[in-house]
């Protein structure tokens, strides 16, 4: 129930910087991912917050203390790892209770924390053991579980603390596709439940997506953005955040801004796109000539015999319930996603393209940042 | 804040706390090598270096002198070369016989398990029950092999022999189990790979196993070796030295200079035993350390 | 023709020939052991030393423990054998541990050090041994029989090596669950490596319950002779009691064969431990 601020965050090892000044607000009760590609320092911040790795420079509080300096027993924060770390010699019970066994809890009309009893830790563990559906195989050990259950045991254990904050280490990878969109549901309306602040750490843009109140793109130990996922799909900060959220990915293509007859727009060498906005959140107008790199997504192009823009199909690839075009545009590879009816256009064939333009994003080719 | 609370512990003073543990969980097995390893190996080079009195309670300076003169002394020469030669005679004849019983058994057939206990079994037995049960097949007079006469033990030209069948008897166990490991660390689909290349029963050996065995050879024979330099309980039990001191190994000896008057060229001794066995040990590890790059 | 079954009914039974036949020359010493130590040796040489006991005497073996008073020495044995093996376990386990989870300065020199004593057998620093015992007056005693062997190198590196093995992630949750060194170490370290620190006990016991250079050197009264020297005596005995010798040595190993029975498979892990990978 408390909130988790990184103020500067840094984490570095000898000479190599994991994560880099990062500053964020985790706010109480949201559901916080952290997203990014392999090596990017989610999983680095996630064990700052834990207590597992010290922090080199910056402030990080949970709640209203600064714990920099405190032991992860004593944070009140619980960790779901990505291979579950249950203890193999142990019950199913047992492993759900370990955390129980030597921390000291508040333990409501009493001022002093204390260690908790033996009836409080089995009543603690058996709802936990309820909650996640696994009242029947406490007696088991790990081995004896499927990976499904094993995961549910992990989190069972995370929950019979009680604590201030969830953390979870990309806790889905390790399952499978269908057992996995089951369990992004399941967690949503755990979170919904405890009502408690969850960070979870992710490589998969699609669990982000579904399951984040916020999402925080991570990339070589900086924040690139941060925000709702509608918003963060909609208009991303830069082009790492265009290109990696979203499946297939956004399309980026360099062209120049023009503004041709009082009209904004951008030139792709064999055809120009509209562009609505002109002014980005930190950036003056763009200026009349500046070489930029556009992007765009899929689902925003079209094939229109009156479209701006000239282009040659390449291939394309038949997906049951769309179809993906996929053409050259003035020497760049462009997808464009198109309903299944109808007969597709043959590879080889010249169309012409339309952007929504509400939808034309403009990049700077050098500091990659969003221009309008 | 967090300074206030006393039931949270500061990150900062977890090293020095971890590096105290640390000290205070080596501390027992420190005393234990110092005292018994580290100060009697300073002791052994302090020793050699005086001559005492048969009591023990004076000494005289003799210097490095006393180690060229024991080191190219007939006895330590001798010592040293009856040591070299049961080397000898145990290691190849127990590697060659373990490599036997392991390739033997390790297929699969009913009741192979029976075999591969009967073949390991003699790990069961020590140093000191091998010489007993063994003497019984070669002493002298009542032994039921007393008649062979490469392994006679009246006779100093062979009783060395005789005790090291003992040691080769002995060995079998361990070199099996060792050997057996090793092959059965092979994937089957090697075999059968070579099998489909063409290769017989004899060529699949020499040309597959055996090179891919070949680190868990040069471990058991660096192990073999050090074993058979370090033989006392059995020239102790089977021959008490003899006879004519032909089966003076070297750790006879020095287990022998234990009197004061002794201590000074035994500790040479010892020392040169430790150096030797030095050599041979890395001299292993570095044709093992070829032979793995090579292989892999 | 013979056919693939046939061809392979025969190679088989070639095994098993070969199987037998050097299983016979495995167990002849042992068996011969056992007739002789049944026979009445007398007899026996009489008969012309026959493949089977002859004029057997089925009491030789309590005979030769009352003769041989191998009561104290088992005895002996047994303490001195319970005391390394737990000693070896407890400085191992510490040791290894430290060396796993613990960071402090000279790590990597101390792990060396601890390492470099592999090099020094018993053999080699016996001189200065005995004479630190008999200085301490500790000759003829458990300490002294025990000294050398409270702590081992190999130990501390096989039972190190199954602790590296531990998940890290295993760590960080015990971490989270607040367990300190102490109770990591008793509640998930030793419990997850079992079957290593089994193996390693078993060679522990191997090892202590089979010597015989060290014990020699620092026994010199009878009744602190452990079974192995007390063979030796045994052993020497003129001709007609050689079957009481032999009935002795059965006895000296048959704690250890019973320990290749029911414990083969750690005994087998803890004598490859390092000879094969994986």
Known sequence: MSEVVFEGITKRYGDVVAVDHLTLDVLNEEFMVLLGPSGCGKTTALRMVAGLDAITEGTLRIGDRVVNDVEAKDRDVSMVFQSYALYPHMTVAKNIESPLMTRTFAVEGEVEPRKLTKPERLSRVTDAAGTLGLSELLARKPAALSGGQRQRVALARAIVSRPSAFLMDEPLSNLDAKLRAQTRLELVDLHQRLATTFIYVTHDQIEAMTMATRIAILNEGRLQQVGPPQAVYERPHNLFVARFIGSPPMNTIPGTFVVVDGEAKVDLGVGRFPVAAVAGDHHEPVVDGTKVVVGVRPEHLAIDGEGPVEATVTAVEWLGHERHVICDVGGSAVILRQPSEGVAPPPGQRVRIGAVADEVHLFDPNTTERLN | MSSDDPHVRHLGSRRTRDAVLAYAFLLPSAVIFVAFFFYPLYRLFYLGLYQQNRFGTAERWVGPSQYTKVLTGSDFLSGLSISARYVLLTVPLGLVLGVMLAVSANRRLRGIKIFQTIFASTVASSVAVASVVFFVLINPQVGYFRNVSFLSLSNPATALQGVALSSVWQNLGLTFIITLAGLQAVPEEIYEAATLDGYGPFRRFFRVTLPLISPTMMFLLVVLVVFAFQAFAQIDILTGGGPAGSTQTLVWKIFNSQQPLDQGTGSVMAIGLFAITLVVTAAQFSILNRRVHYGN | ?278
Do not use: C
């Open chain 3, 1 to 278: 023709m013979a056919t693939e079954l046939q061809q392979a009914t025969w190679k088989k039974a070639a095994w098993y020939v070969v199987l037998t036949a050097l299983s016979v020359v495995v167990l002849f010493p042992v068996y011969m052991a056992l007739v002789r130590a049944l026979s009445t040796p007398v007899s026996y040489v009489k008969a012309g030393q026959p493949l089977h006991p002859v004029d057997i005497e089925w009491g030789i073996f309590r005979r030769a423990w009352n003769l041989g008073d191998l009561g104290p020495k088992f005895g002996v044995s047994a303490v001195m054998t319970g005391v390394i093996v737990t000693a070896e376990l407890t400085t191992a386990l510490l040791a290894a541990y430290a060396f796993t989870f613990l960071v402090f300065p000279l790590k990597r020199v101390l792990f060396a050090l601890f390492m470099a004593t592999l090099m020094l057998p018993i053999e080699v620093t016996l001189i200065p041994n005995v004479q630190s015992i008999r200085d301490l007056h500790l000759l003829n005693s458990y300490p002294g029989l025990v000294g050398p062997f409270l702590a081992t190198a190999f130990g501390t590196f096989l039972i190190r090596q199954g602790f590296m093995g531990i998940p890290r992630d295993l760590r960080d949750a015990s971490q989270l669950d607040g367990f300190g060194h102490l109770a990591f170490l008793r509640r998930v370290a030793i419990p997850v490596t079992r079957p290593v620190i089994a193996s390693f006990a078993v060679i522990s016991f191997l090892s202590a319950w089979n010597q015989y250079t060290w014990p020699r050197a620092v026994v010199t009264q009878g009744r602190w002779e452990t079974i192995q020297i007390g063979l030796k005596s045994l052993s020497a005995a003129k001709v007609e009691e050689s079957n009481i010798g032999l009935a002795a040595a059965i006895l000296a190993a048959l704690p250890i064969l019973v320990l290749l029975i029911f414990l083969q498979r750690q005994l087998i892990r803890g004598l490859t431990a390092g000879a094969v990978k994986g």
